[in-house]
């Protein structure tokens, strides 16, 4: 017999659902709406008490009239009285309502929570679950006032019904999920836990789902739920298809519990007693086995649902990151799926590949299927597949196959949907800087970028690439031959236009020798194309002329013509007007030696985060570029910028526009320092009252800390340095009082005017934690080429702090604003007194720090050479005592301390466990103060 | 966590949402138009798996869907679910088929006509966006538990409006006057003798 009898249908229900299909026009819908919500109306409203009956097909209305898209803005009242009938239909079809128009806001809360209260009550299993449901459902913060010491009560009685249980587990999670802070779970942590061993497996499977919620939260209290759910897994595993009855789906035993025990898995690092841990790489083994076994049916659910298993299995296995063995044959096995028929496991492992990719036991493995991937990007029929393909590619080129992957990537780019083509050109664009080695590749390449798919082309991506022409000395005459070429296409990109115009504006005199290539010819090309371009790229051409007449005096009589046209001077746009006018003035007055020192070469960029990266990132979504790329960028985007901290863009091109920031002033990604020098008085008025003014004030630069964490374990040494400053710090503390000496030293031969410095407290620092008393007069605001400067700064510790004080510093050099952001190393460790004390004192002290939110944890992977020597100097630097002879296994290391602070004394302790075999530490911190836990964990864990 | 659960045809007609994080009513709308318009563009046979729209959260979401039919079943969900897993929960453990038990071979009017009666079934399979229970037997007698409560509350409390009802809707003329039993001839079963 069917559940639902087809004859039990409500008649006035049908009628009225009928009646809308057949609605000829949406009007005619809209009236047999309006007509029906009156007539309910009134039936609610009416004095005669309805029938459960009549109540619930009134309601089943206003659900459909819902689901059409109208508003219900009545009933809610009716609803909330049905909830409290003794009868079952009448009750469920209140909680049904509720549960699908009542939001979280809604007034009657208060009511309602009346009611669910006595459905808990009632020990009815029925009509409890109705009401967790409605929690669950609704799960307001109201809701979980009332009832969150409630919930966990019913989930672990004894006498309470299994599907009441479930129930109650996926409620709590649903009421831990929006109140937190109201589910207590202590006491219950325990019992909690157990479940995953609860003989009925729906409780598990329900249960599971918030222990892993709960431990994502709190790993430490939850740990237990490793050793239970490695067994439970184990269990089925092992079991044979026909052991777990109806929780066995197609010949595959309980899948859907066995994917989330694995995910639950995937919430701690690998097990640490060797019992558990050779159970579960048994386990991870069986499953990987399995899939090589012959299928037992040839149902796509049968496949499905042992994929499903052995894909979360291999999603372990790359998050242990730690079992080569495995990590390789997980490999193999994507790498099998990679040519299977089904697309859903081509796409599910490609997806999973790229996260193989980034492990180093596995990025070869993951490298030999190239070939496949390439393919699956050429051939796949579904843009999900081949958006997966892409993004493989990208996780794992490195500098063996780039080149290849690059022109793949391009070649693709011709075909590629629209949807992903903009994501495909800032890959392309990442990879062939980060991995380039000959830079007359990389420029070809994003030439070619722009050839194929100009209009994808965001303007970071064509200021990097003239970012990293200016700043390499050896690529720009190929660069200015290069563009050149391409545009002597009939038909090129506006982006292009504007790259050439920028190049040949700077180093059209390297190619200038060329009869083929000559200023003139320059200019023509770039001329011809000037009419069809926008504002702020005729804007850019008009600044590449004026640095034409610099380069090339003989164009300066065609030059002078052209801005002299009244299309140019009268132009109706300001800014090409204004630039046309000042451009052709100054080419009339000023002397050739004011003319070459205004026009000068473009100085060297600043290193700095690649925009391209942080556009990729905004468009993945935070967290979709991970932090090792974005570190390795970093570093390899210092090594083709060369330092240099001057701050000069577009619109610093053209000497005159600082007035009127034009459009592609924005070459940094951010409006930093504008204006080219001072020009010489007599370089015109025009110019001097420009720049009287004393240009745009620079908003402050990003702030720059790769010096901060060299400093946690020592206090002297060079914190900052660029082509033009060194920033030297000397530092001693005592107790909670400490003082730094800056030391500024000028690199170049020119002074620095208006040199001065401020140092910050972001936040609360300023007030509450660390009080910073700058006790130097003001330093001197002129820095004598060569000369070093100093400043003393004393810094008080009031109680424990998390940030740094931030210096800025700002000064002119040849008249560019400089503008620069350090965070200064002053950390929390630095008020450290070392503290000796013997094995028992420590382990006794150990144990009274044992409250869970006093001890920080970080397993990490050694970034520096673990040796013995290196390490203790790191620790005795760090400030605390290094105690010898305390920790039973010799090669851990444990120190102890008390961090000094006005208002109180924070006792430390610590205890570095290496791990040479796996280059792994695992930092345990234990302090009397959480916070101070906490940040010293995060600020270690870089150290070692 | 799934955060939504959507039914709707090949017109794009919603047959069935369950949001499991609170829009209000216009975001609702407008989720189910633009996961229609993403879904219903794709190609039979291509994967079951694409990323979210703009409005249920981007890329940190995937919509997991299937088509059968005139419907299509989709569940929004974050990366915490298995893929795999959730397309076997709307296949068959859970969905389609208990629909398919509970209904004898579901089809769009039996969503359309029993909105009240999918919202249980679902209700006894996710709740909260967590998925509650995926032993299909175990849906169906819940469902079976609660149609018999329903059926035996009709029983008792809904008899006289029935009883009303049926006698407004009687077609007199139809009814047969004389009621012919005919030959009743009890036939006594043939007990086995005592010993």
Redesign the interface.
Known sequence: MPAVSKGDGMRGLAVFISDIRNCKSKEAEIKRINKELANIRSKFKGDKALDGYSKKKYVCKLLFIFLLGHDIDFGHMEAVNLLSSNKYTEKQIGYLFISVLVNSNSELIRLINNAIKNDLSSRNPTFMCLALHCIANVGSREMAEAFASEIPRILVAGDTMDSVKQSAALCLLRLYKTSPDLVLMGEWTSRVVHLLNDQHMGVVTAAISLITCLSQKNPDEFKTCVSLAVSRLSRIVSSASTDLQDYTYYFVPAPWLSCKLLRLLQCYPPPEDGAVKGRLVECLETILNKAQEPPKSKKVQHSNAKNAILFEAISLIIHYDSEPNLLVRACNQLGQFLQHRETNLRYLALESMCTLASSEFSHEAVKTHIETVINALKTERDVSVRQRAADLLYAMCDRSNAKQIVAEMLSYLETADYSIREEMVLKVAILAEKYAVDYSWYVDTILNLIRIAGDYVSEEVWYRVIQIVINRDDVQGYAAKTVFEALQAPACHENMVKVGGYILGEFGNLIAGDPRSSPLVQFNLLHSKFHLCSVPTRALLLSAYIKFINLFPETKATIQEVLRCDSQIRNSDVELQQRAVEYLKLSSIASTDVLATVLEEMPPFPERESSILAKLKKKKGPGAVSVTELEDSKREGGELNGGGDRGPDTAAMAASNASTPSPSADLLGIRSAAPVGAAPASAGSLLVDVFSEAGPIAPSAAVNDDGFLRFVCKNNGVLFENQLLQIGIKSEYRQNLGRMYLFYGNKTSVQFASFTTTVSCPGELQSHILSMHLCTKPVEPLVEGGAQIQQVLNIECLTDFSDAPLLNIKFRYGGALQNLTLKLPVTINKFFQPTEMTSSDFFQRWKQLSQPQQEAQKIFKANHSMDTEVLKAKLLGLGTALLDNVDPNPENYVCAGVIQTKGQQVGCLLRLEPNAQAQMYRLTLRCSKDSVSRRLCELLAEQF | MIKAILIFNNHGK?????F?E?Y??DTE?QIIRETFHLVSK??E???????GGMLIG???YKLIYRHYATLYFVFCVDS?E????I???I???VFVETLD????NVCEL?L??????V??IL?EMV????????????I?T??????K??KS??GI??AP??AVSAVKNMNLPEMPRNINIGDISIKVPNLPSFK
């Open positions: 919603p047959r069935l949402s369950k499991y609170h209000n009513e709308q794709r190609d046979n291509v994967c079951n798996f694409l990323e981007g890329s940190d915490s298995s893929e795999l897993g397309l076997d929960l296949q068959v453990k038990k509970c209904f004898e039996d359309i006509f029993h909105v009240d009666k919202h249980n209700a709740m909260g966006g967590m998925v509650l229970e995926t032993n299909m037997n175990e169906i819940q469902v079976d538990a609660q149609n409560m329903e509350e009709a409390a809904g409006a029935r």
